[in-house]
T-cell receptor, first 114, second 111 residues
């Protein structure tokens, strides 16, 4: 199995611009999660998909954030009108009931808003 | 009260010593418990999972769970400089297996 793949790994953007991150989960993993991590903190849950259905969204996910998982495969996380407070590492993770729901993380996408 | 608390740290131990990392959680309905290791600038890597009361050993790592006290710990025996990292405690509650993390404990192993 290849691991969870995230792209781009690093993104520097100007405040007010839109950015999109892509995540390709481990093959056949039906559950996909997005987390955000800032310096000195643990990852914070943003949203969760089971197959193509978005089943839970954190209150941290403001209306500037949107996530999709068309066809239940890869997922995208878009941030509109970025703010400096959005600077963080965005982590994607996936799991499958068959493997005990153990959650495996991708390498993360670093966002810097200047 | 935060859902998952890791209050001690940073922790520094000499090479070869036992490192003890502690974590408490607030939701008695929590079902699964994990320790992730995170090197600086990298993503979390799962090192231990534990689901029932007691100890679980894997190589130099032992996870301990006490649901009555809502307490999870990780022991690292024969600590190595390569163990220097941030250790994140995480729990799941509910059917979606969503992880809730503590803020992590930074461990430094001195050669």
């Amino acid at each position: 199995d290849t691991g969870v793949s995230q792209d781009p790994r690093h993104k520097i953007t100007k405040r007010g611009q839109n950015v999109t991150f892509r995540c390709d989960p481990i093959s056949e993993h039906n559950r996909l999660y997005w987390y955000r991590q800032t310096l000195g903190q643990g990852p914070e849950f943003l949203t969760y998909f089971q197959n193509e259905a978005q089943l839970e969204k954190s209150r941290l996910l403001s209306d500037r954030f949107s996530a999709e998982r068309p066809k239940g495969s890869f997922s995208t996380l878009e941030i509109q009108r970025t703010e400096q407070g959005d600077s963080a590492m965005y982590l994607c993770a996936s799991s499958h009931r068959r493997t005990g729901n153990t959650i495996y993380f991708g390498e993360g996408s670093w966002l810097t808003v200047v | 009260q935060k859902e998952v608390e890791q209050n001690s740290g940073p922790l520094s131990v000499p090479e070869g010593a036992i490192a003890s990392l502690n974590c408490t959680y607030s939701d008695r309905g929590s079902q699964s418990f994990f320790w992730y290791r995170q090197y600086s600038g990298k993503s979390p890597e799962l090192i231990m999972s534990i689901y029932s009361n007691g100890d679980k050993e894997d190589g130099r790592f032992t996870a301990q769970l006490n649901k009555a006290s809502q307490y999870v710990s990780l022991l690292i025996r024969d600590s190595q400089p390569s163990d220097s990292a941030t250790y994140l405690c995480a729990v799941t509650t509910g059917a979606n297996s969503k992880l809730t993390f503590g803020k992590g404990i930074t461990l430094s192993v001195r050669p």
